[in-house]
T-cell receptor, first 113, second 109 residues
Framework: DGGITQSPKYLFRKEGQNVTLSCEQN?????MYWYRQDPGQGLRLIYY???????QKGDIAEGYSVSREKKESFPLTVTSAQKNPTAFYLC????????????FGPGTRLTVT | GIQVEQSPPDLILQEGANSTLRCNFS?????LQWFHQNPWGQLINLFY???GTKQNGRLSATTVATERYSLLYISSSQTTDSGVYFC???????????FGGGTRLMVKP
């Protein structure tokens, strides 16, 4: 089955710890994205990558880091510098980084206490 | 940046009723998508519709790019249609989707 997988589904961490969220796709898409969703809100872009070994900041990149070493994988690290890390995180991909349709993974709910 | 506004913010329907959701945007776009977010948070692609009209079963969408709005029609609504509907746009100059605030739909049996 082709698609986007995110793991884990739920993640709990103590304040001050870094945590890495996984995103894998087997759609052979060049572009991948990370979004954050807070309760009752729309999604906001954290980072995106149009090709391997390249990525750009979105609207709310502070406190986050990413890597894109493989086409299939785009992990997101939530660092201790992120002031309000508790949120729902969604990964997406598209064929290219232009106006192509984006498809989303099932998301990871991160709770930091 | 581009502004995306959705209306109404909340909608309650009786099963079998029809509805129209609206998305207004403030600039030219080269991508517009409608999504349904189910109660588990999964975003399901409904339409990729930067312009024109498309239909998929009980759902259809129309985007009038020159007037900067899009409409999502839901006919003969079912309880499984409940959830949040998002419109998202991508401008000609940008690489990121900008989401509206969503319309929260509840369909009662």
């Amino acid at each position: 089955d082709g698609g986007i997988t995110q793991s884990p589904k739920y993640l709990f961490r103590k304040e001050g710890q870094n945590v890495t969220l996984s995103c894998e796709q087997n759609l052979n898409h060049d572009a991948m994205y990370w979004y954050r969703q807070d309760p009752g809100q729309g999604l906001r872009l954290i980072y995106y990558s149009q090709i391997v070994n390249d990525f750009q900041k979105g609207d709310i990149a502070e406190g986050y880091s990413v890597s894109r070493e493989k086409k299939e994988s785009f992990p997101l690290t939530v660092t201790s510098a992120q002031k309000n890390p508790t949120a729902f995180y969604l990964c997406a991909s598209s064929k290219t980084g232009g106006g192509d349709e984006q498809y989303f993974g099932p998301g990871t709910r991160l709770t930091v206490t | 940046g581009i502004q995306v506004e959705q209306s109404p913010p909340d909608l309650i329907l009786q099963e079998g009723a029809n509805s129209t959701l609206r998305c207004n945007f403030s600039d030219s776009v080269n991508n517009l998508q409608w999504f349904h977010q189910n109660p588990w948070g999964q975003l399901i692609n409904l339409f990729y519709i930067p312009s024109g009209t498309k239909q998929n079963g009980r759902l259809s969408a129309t985007t009038v790019a020159t007037e900067r709005y899009s409409l999502l029609y839901i006919s003969s609504s079912q309880t499984t249609d409940s959830g949040v509907y998002f419109c998202a746009v991508l401008t000609n100059a940008g690489n990121m989707l900008t989401f509206g605030g969503g319309t929260r739909l509840m369909v009662k049996p």
